[in-house]
């Protein structure tokens, strides 16, 4: 099993670009979880989707920012228009429902 | 929603003594609390967890108490290494939902 799969590792972007941030759940791992972390801070959650479903997007932006998980394929967390502040680490979790996370290794995404 | 508070931000101790890292939570539904350790660069791994029905749980050097009533966690190191040296984040939530975490413990062993 190869575990939680993230691509890129490391993405730069000018700044007004999309980014598109890959996550690929472990085999039988049905649940997904983004979250962001700042340089020097904690991991802030952003999103939690199930296979086509998003089931709570309450540490979402209002703008700019969209998550899906579609039927086939890796989750993918899109950011339009970057600006300096989406500068990050971003990581995926899944998890096959229950308490049994497993972490990615994470996608630090530079704005220049 | 859930929020949980993490003390101290940054701690030093000496190599061989003990670490002891508290944080609370305010949701009383909340019934799962992992501890997660990331070293620079890395992604957080699981180094030990508790569920709301258990008050304390050790694994080797590592132990976390859990007190349902205050609503506080803690996650105590002995015998402390180099190796621990790392940012350690506490962790609450309820089964099947995301994971809200603290602001991390930035955790110095000194030789």
């Known amino acids: 099993n190869a575990g939680v799969m993230q691509n890129p590792r490391h993405l730069v972007r000018r700044r007004g670009q999309e980014a598109r941030l890959r996550c690929s759940p472990m085999k039988g791992h049905s649940h997904v979880y983004w979250y962001r972390q700042l340089p020097e801070e904690g991991l802030k959650f952003m999103v939690y989707?199930?296979?086509?479903?998003?089931?709570?997007e309450s540490g979402m932006p209002k703008e700019r920012f969209s998550a899906e998980f579609p039927k086939e394929g890796p989750s993918i967390l899109r950011i339009q228009q970057v600006v300096r502040g989406d500068s990050a680490a971003y990581f995926c979790?899944?998890?096959?429902?229950?308490?049994?996370?497993?972490f990615g290794s994470g996608t630090r995404l530079t704005v220049v | 929603g859930e929020n949980v508070e993490q003390h101290p931000s940054t701690l030093s101790v000496q190599e061989g003594d003990s670490a002891v890292i508290k944080c609370t939570y305010s949701d009383s539904a909340s019934n799962y609390f992992p501890w997660y350790k990331q070293e620079l660069g890395k992604r957080p791994q699981l180094i030990i967890d508790i569920r709301s029905n258990v008050g304390e749980k050790k694994d080797q050097r590592i132990a976390v108490t859990l007190n349902k009533t205050a609503k506080h966690f803690s996650l105590h190191i002995t015998e402390t290494q180099p190796e621990d040296s790392a940012v350690y984040f506490c962790a609450a939530s309820m089964e099947e939902d995301k994971i809200i975490f603290g602001k991390g413990t930035r955790l110095h062993i000194l030789p």
């Open positions: 989707l199930q296979k086509e479903n998003i089931i709570d």
């Open positions: 979790a899944s998890s096959p429902g229950g308490d049994d996370y497993t």
